[in-house]
């Protein structure tokens, strides 16, 4: 082969001219290829490194999520972030929940979207600020119990998970899309405000407080109702206000029955009162 590759005396100049025209260029160095490091997001890092410092109890606790929300606040004791720090995490929650693994096992997702939760409601309640945005956009399971104990304004840019508002104390949560099961929960005081629909037992065992969907209300409306207010513009679902007292429920939309038991709550229907307390 070296023989049959080589440039002989006998080539005719046409060949040796051909040859030539590439005499010029030199065999190109051997050069080291270098990986492209890809740095992680800052935000991410801090958030994974809160969430795994994060001792989450869960539903195993007779507290919860009173236990965690202040387990969660003991960790942050001497990290305070700002509104647009938090704003920055919410951001890269999906990412963090791709880091993790979390996947379809639906204890994993029961367990992230709790846990992350409760970690940004006392991350909100730890800051010095007042008015937060979280985006819930590109995350595939919503955080559950946000805006737990809550103290101040919450805009959501997206839909919300379940619980949301959980023993609210004050201030204000609005969210731009849908809301899950038990919005409002337990909450104190304070204004809870859906532009979509919400799920199942919206304000469930409120002591005070407002709440305003302006979509649909799924089934157990204001079940179990100890005070507040409650206005749904679009249509609500069966056993409204079971259970319920003290409490003052408007529907604009159609109506389902109302629960078996209740005692003095009013209800509105298209701003008529349609059925006033005591009744058992």
């Known amino acids: 082969m070296a023989v049959a590759l080589a440039v002989s005396r006998k080539d005719s100049p046409s060949k040796l001219a051909a040859l030539g025209r590439f005499s010029g260029f030199k065999p190109e160095s051997e050069r080291q290829v270098r990986k492209t490091e890809v740095k992680a997001d800052p935000n991410l890092r801090t958030l994974k490194d809160l969430f795994e410092r994060f001792q989450f109890i869960g539903i195993r606790s007779r507290d919860f999520p009173a236990a965690d929300h202040t387990a969660a606040c003991r960790l942050l004791k001497t990290r305070i972030y700002s509104s647009t720090q938090i704003m920055a995490f919410s951001l890269v929650l999906p990412d963090l929940e791709k880091t993790l693994k979390v996947g379809n096992q639906k204890s994993n997702q029961e367990i992230f979207k709790a846990k992350s939760g409760i970690l940004f409601s006392a991350l909100i309640n730890r800051s010095p600020d007042y008015d937060f945005r979280l985006f819930s956009h590109d995350i595939a399971h919503a955080m559950d119990y946000l805006g737990s104990f809550n103290t101040k304004n919450i805009r959501i840019c997206g ?47 409120m002591n005070g407080g407002s709440i305003e969907i302006f979509g649909n209300a799924a089934h157990g409306l204001g079940e179990h109702m100890v005070n507040g207010k409650i206005h749904v513009h679009g249509d609500a679902g069966q056993d409204i206000a079971a259970h319920a007292k003290n409490a003052r429920i408007s529907i604009d939309g159609d109506i389902g029955e109302f629960g078996e038991r209740y005692t003095s709550a009013l209800i509105y229907h298209k701003g008529k009162l349609v059925r006033k307390g005591p009744f058992i």
């Open 159 to 205: 839909d919300a998970g379940h619980h949301l508002g959980r023993s609210m104390q004050r201030g204000t949560i609005t969210v731009e899309g849908n809301a899950g099961d038990h919005l409002g929960d337990e909450m104190m005081s304070g204004k809870i405000i859906v532009m979509g629909n919400s799920g199942a037992s919206a304000g469930g065992m």
